[in-house]
């Protein structure tokens, strides 16, 4: 006697249909089938799950680290916090997946750090941001490259970590700096020359690319009458 709600396809008409099947004369042994055509749902079930496995491919498949969150919002409206929808696979295996938690509660620094108030000027104006900026909290610590852009009521977040790059630039501006101050300060003349070659590679002359201040004091040539010169 118990109703039964069941999906069925229907291969010969290529339909699906939800059946309610319940009783309808219990003495005479007599059941009701309703049929409803979901054929349409089901397609559009189908393809939606398609488009989530294909996007979930792409955002895996991605060297960039990519979020996507939904604003939290007071009955005012008010955007008082995000929430994590979706994490990638370059975020999972790297600091675990986050969907269902609150940014400010696991990473309160970004409203010190300035992200924060991008993040709302984003969601305020539609209009993407992207910067690059160092992030030393919580559990991260390097140079992040990052596009925000809105998303419904919410923003993704696509971001490069240029830790390493930027460490390299660091070093490579420190080392220029030593040079150049080790080339400013010593006592030998020192003289950067380029050599010039006429067609058949024969070495002719030489143009005077740099020169330090003991080259000035030594030979009594100034740079401005060097530098660019044969």
């Known amino acids: 006697g118990e109703a039964i709600r069941v999906e069925e396809s229907e291969a010969v008409l290529g339909r699906v249909f939800d059946l309610n099947i319940f009783t309808l004369d219990r ?12 054929t349409e749902r089901r397609r559009t ?11 979930r491919a792409t955002f895996d498949s991605s060297s960039q680290i ?11 409206g008010e955007i008082v916090d995000f929430e994590w929808l979706l994490t990638n696979k370059a975020w999972d295996d790297r600091w675990g997946p986050n969907a269902g938690k609150r940014l400010l509660a696991e990473n309160p620094a970004v409203a010190e750090s300035g992200v924060w108030a991008m993040l709302i000027e984003v969601m305020e104006t539609g209009d993407p941001i992207t910067h690059e900026h160092y992030y030393n909290h919580e559990q991260f610590d390097g140079w992040f490259y990052q596009t925000i852009a809105k998303a419904n009521d919410g923003v993704l977040l696509s971001t490069l970590d240029i830790t390493d790059l930027k460490r390299a630039e ?13 080339f400013e300060t010593m006592s030998q003349g020192y003289v950067e020359l380029e ?27 100034p740079a401005a009458v060097a530098v660019g010169h044969a």
């Open 195 to 221: 050599v010039l070659r006429d067609s058949t590679g024969r070495a002719v002359d030489h143009r005077y690319l740099e020169v330090n201040p003991a080259f000035e004091r030594l030979f009594g040539i």
């Open 45 to 55: 079930e189908q393809n939606l799950l398609q488009s989530n496995e294909l996007l």
């Open 170 to 182: 660091i070093a490579l501006r420190e080392s220029e700096e030593k040079y150049r101050s080790l």
């Open 66 to 76: 990519i979020q996507l969150f939904k604003a939290v919002r007071t009955d005012a």
């Open 27 to 38: 003495e005479r042994n007599h059941v009701a089938v309703l049929f409803t055509n979901i």
